[in-house]
């Protein structure tokens, strides 16, 4: 079983839609959580960091439910910009592993 | 700002060569990252160094070795490179025990 798991997508929506991407996480250990933003060829950044109460920065909001072990990414107002590759990122209590979802693709259409 | 320096964005090499892919980072962090990203994969660690001369392997060590001589440097070392290590190679680092990776821009490397 994958420690990260996210649906690949695509998602293609059209611009000004609300789209929202979940990710499941196998260690109920884990500690910290992030949404990296990755371009067709270029290197991942970081989107946000999630929160245990949730947070929000603009367009885009990040929720954590502990319970179930997921994370969710809201996109609100799709702009063409966000067409990107979004990996969810979990790090593990204990240690330096980070772990990579493949990715969810999004497509935002004029 | 911070800054993640790989060597080489783009490397053809032929089977069996020894390749060499450098990171610098001008951000004093002691943590340390090589991961390789395939399609449907995701990114996969390959080593990690903790501090200088300090490392550990990842999920996927076979065929690699690193070096981190100096704190800013760490280098990924493919002995004798196989076609199956045809990948695009990323560097990152991190401040021990804070916070997210940054990333390098990435090293493409095709093994013919």
């Known amino acids: 079983r994958k420690e990260v798991e996210q649906d690949p997508g695509p998602f293609n929506v059209p611009e000004g839609a609300t789209v929202a991407f979940n990710c499941t996480y196998s260690?109920?250990?884990?500690?910290?959580f992030f949404w990296y933003r990755q371009d067709c060829r270029k290197e991942p950044k970081l989107l946000m960091s999630v929160y245990s109460s949730g947070n929000e920065d603009g367009r885009f909001t990040a929720q954590l439910n502990r319970a179930s072990q997921y994370i969710s990414l809201l996109i609100r107002d799709s702009k063409l910009s966000d067409s990107a590759t979004y990996l969810c990122v979990v790090k593990e209590n204990t240690g330096n592993q980070f772990y990579f979802g493949t990715g969810t693709s999004l497509t935002v259409i004029p | 700002d911070v800054k993640v320096t790989q060597s080489s964005r783009y490397l053809v090499k032929r089977t069996g060569e020894k390749v060499f892919l450098e990171c610098v980072q001008d951000m004093d962090h002691e943590n340390m990252f090589w991961y390789r990203q395939d399609p449907g994969l995701g990114l996969r660690l390959i080593y990690f160094?903790?501090?200088?001369?300090?490392?550990e392997k990842g999920d996927i060590p076979e065929g690699y070795s690193v070096s981190r001589e100096k704190k800013e440097r760490f280098s990924l070392i493919l002995e004798s490179a196989s076609t199956n290590q045809t990948s695009m190679y990323l560097c990152?680092?991190?401040?021990?025990?804070?916070?997210?990776?940054?990333f390098g821009e990435g090293s493409r490397l095709t093994v013919l």
């Open positions: 160094s903790y501090d200088v001369k300090m490392k």
């Open positions: 990152a680092s991190r401040l021990r025990g804070a916070g997210e990776l940054f």
């Open positions: 260690n109920s250990a884990s500690q910290s």
